[in-house]
């Protein structure tokens, strides 16, 4: 198999016939006869410390030519498509267009279309599949790898391009430690202590591949992969706008490559898209917070999509998921069924199947301001480390007086880095996620993101949820006495999420509502996590970029949030309670709810369980109350907005008009409640009226027309 010759987005431009698709072919190797095992049994957790994105501030904005003032939203790069090997003739009116291989980039939708009506969709979908299983085969060779990232990028999946890209990388930089007469310093990933066995086997790998190459020339070559590898990164991080994470790699790619055109050229297109969003602000700097600006300048966007190679049984909740899910409303008021939508038939789902949409439903009578749950949960996480004491690590309640006597904390005895509000967590903890996280190092992940978060990166709270999430689904994997492997997203607990997708036919346009996407947050920490935890993500088939990518997709759906002040400063929570995430949105909710306390000033009864219990101070349940009257049937809903009328807040932005556009995450056209109705009707009545005035409009344009000629 030949490099991977690097794409970047550039102009946009038709899809060109330069060659048969058979010559695309020609380079993959396929023999199976020529596998070589080099997997190690005796793979083990590794450390690795991330240093990749360096630590920014205010006046690093100006480094890059745009002052703190000088701020603008969208960056309007279009992306070259090359995947011409692929492109029929002659069937582009028979043609049936995919949205779902329109990529999650903004910016190829042009050359996609362009690719689907001239045929050639097919062909490529069978080299990617048979790239695939190259990389499948020859695990520790970086070109697979590679060339499957340069595949998803030129599909617009620049989002997957980049996690492959990342992950040959760590296989080149891990081997260049070992076959380099001198590795250099400043690598992407120098400052990972990467783990030894696999700076081993890739090296051997290498060694095996590239048989009969002298020493200086095996170096050449990786160094020549190196470098074509950063330009497929480049490349990709243009694709998900990620343009501030793409300047701070290519400044130092170009340490290692100074004279390198391509890397100099993708470095002008970050920098031309970085400028146009940030002149976008402009206008704004007045209206946002300074932290809330440089996250939008620096932010990366791309669209919600499933990734159409994946088994798409993955993304289904069947009988079993609800059965699994019903077990946590045992003896409560309600239970979890398939949501029907207006009159139309129940239908009755098989083993296996999709049971659809699902939410909460009541299962007797229930009078208004009665608890109707109280949600615990082990996957919350604090903005606080655990091994600051301040917080007990299972349920997150606080551990400082006098919300709890010095006496009572339970201090782990396998390590020193956490503590715990009573034996109760401490059993549930030690049992469960923390023999996978014991003895780890991961105060990394809160520097790293508590650095960042000085200059506004709200999302950075992923990586640590994703930690937790992960630890618990490893904990279950590792003591199951089932020989059959579990795929992540089937787990009980990452099952029972989903994302919020649009309906499959949507084609998304480059204005249509988008996701915050970070390098560091979506590739380089998951990654690490992982690696860190022991998997080896090289010969694991289950743990892929879009898999991790889809595990983010349903953490960022069904976390909620929370903010208290118990020890003297504000501490965020971030939540994945399982059985509240069932709650579906109404603008006129029948249920009311509430996190953390935020202070010590609230009642006690905020406390208060339906038994009698009062729970931990700072914890992160979630109480759940009937803010009315609500009968045995119907369907309980909150509000995912806090007050959806908005009138708390009108006037600041945050009115109904507000409320009603932050709805658009979750709803094209409002929740189908009677107020998003109402405003519906309203709408479309402006709409009939404008059409209906229009020929009068054009009309009297054309008279004034006539009467300008005539004079």
């Keep these: 198999m030949s490099a991977p010759v690097s794409t970047k987005p550039a102009k946009s431009k038709p899809l060109k016939k330069k060659q048969k698709v058979q010559q695309t072919f020609a380079s993959l190797c396929h023999d199976e006869e020529d596998l070589i095992g080099l997997q190690s049994p005796g793979w083990s957790p590794g450390q690795v410390q991330p240093d990749l994105i360096p630590e920014t501030t205010m006046e690093d904005v100006d480094s890059f030519g745009v002052k703190g003032e000088d701020i603008r939203e969208d960056t309007e790069i279009p992306a070259a498509m090359d995947i011409s090997d692929a492109v029929g003739s002659g069937v582009e009116d028979k043609c049936v267009i995919r949205p779902e291989w329109m990529g999650t980039s903004q910016f190829y939708a042009e050359p996609l279309l362009e690719l689907q009506k001239n045929g050639g969709l097919d062909q490529v979908i069978a080299y990617r599949e048979a790239v695939a299983r190259d990389a499948a085969c020859f695990p520790y060779d970086p070109v697979p790898l590679l060339t499957l990232s340069n595949v998803d990028g030129q599909l617009g999946f620049s989002d997957i391009a980049a996690g492959d890209a990342y992950r040959g990388i760590i296989l ?63 490349a990709s991080l243009l694709g998900t706008a990620a343009n501030w994470e793409g300047l701070i790699i290519v400044k130092a790619a170009l340490i290692l490559y100074p004279h390198d055109l391509e890397l100099k050229e993708l470095q002008d297109d970050l920098k031309t898209a970085f400028l146009d969003r940030s002149r976008g602000y402009k206008e704004l700097q007045d209206e946002m917070k300074k932290e809330d600006l440089i996250e939008a300048t620096r932010m990366g966007k791309i669209h919600q999509k499933k990734y159409p190679w994946m ?19 045992a003896a409560s008021s309600c239970e979890v069924k398939a949501v029907i939508f ?22 007797r009578d229930i009078d208004e301001g009665e608890i ?49 509000c009573s034996l109760g967590c401490y059993k549930l903890a030690s049992e469960g996620y923390h023999k996978v996280l014991c003895g780890q190092d991961f105060d990394w992940l809160h520097e790293k993101i508590g650095s960042v978060n000085k200059f506004g990166a709200g999302s950075h709270w992923k990586p640590i949820n994703f930690l937790r999430v992960i630890a618990v689904v490893l904990a279950d994997m590792r003591k199951s006495k089932s020989k059959a492997k579990v795929h992540p997203l089937q787990h009980p607990l990452l099952a029972r999420m989903s994302a919020n997708y649009s309906p499959d036919s949507k084609i998304f346009s480059q204005y249509d509502t988008s996701h915050s996407w970070l390098f560091f947050t979506n590739v380089i920490a998951p990654t690490q996590i992982l690696l860190q935890l022991g998997v080896n993500l090289y010969t694991e088939p289950f743990w892929t970029q879009e898999v991790i990518q889809t595990i983010y997709w349903r953490i960022e759906n069904n976390a909620n949030m929370a903010t208290t002040n118990l020890t003297g400063k504000e501490t965020h929570l971030v939540n994945i309670n399982p059985n509240y995430l069932f709650f579906n949105h109404s603008c006129e909710p029948n249920i009311s709810w509430h996190g953390a306390c935020p202070s010590g000033d609230v009642g006690i009864d905020w406390l208060m369980t339906p038994e009698g219990k009062l729970l931990q101070p700072g914890c992160s349940a979630v109480w759940c109350l009937a803010a009315r009257d609500i009968k045995k049937g119907e369907e309980l809903k909150i509000s995912y907005v806090g007050n959806p009328k908005g009138d708390e807040t009108a006037g600041s932005g945050g009115g109904r008009e507000g409320k009603r556009a932050w709805l658009s995450k979750w709803f094209d056209n409002g929740c189908g409640c009677a107020i998003c109705e109402e405003e519906n009707g309203i709408e479309k009545s402006k709409t009939n009226q404008k059409e209906r005035n229009q020929p009068c409009v054009d009309r009297e344009r054309e008279v004034v027309v006539e009467g300008a000629a005539g004079n």
């Design 172 to 234: 080149i930089e891990a081997a260049l430690r070992i076959i380099s007469t001198s590795p250099p310093t400043n690598h992407l990933t120098a400052a990972f202590a990467v783990c030894p066995q696999l700076a081993v086997l890739a090296s051997t790998f290498i060694c095996i591949k590239y048989k009969g190459f002298g020493l200086h020339a095996l170096e050449d070559e990786l160094q020549n992969l190196h470098r074509q590898a950063l330009q497929i990164l480049l």
């Design 342 to 363: 207006g009159d139309a038939e129940p239908q009755v789902a098989r083993e296996g199947e999709d049971v659809g949409p699902l939410g909460i439903f009541a299962t």
């Design 311 to 329: 088994n798409q049984d993955l993304y289904k909740r069947t009988l079993k998921t609800l059965r699994e899910a019903n077990k946590g409303f």
């Design 372 to 420: 109707v749950m109280v949600d615990r949960t082990l996957t919350g996480v604090s903005s606080v480390p655990s091994n600051k004491f301040e917080h007990c690590d299972a349920c997150q309640g606080c551990l400082i007086p006098p919300y709890m006597h010095p006496g009572r904390i339970v201090h782990a005895s396998c390590c020193g880095k956490v503590a715990y």
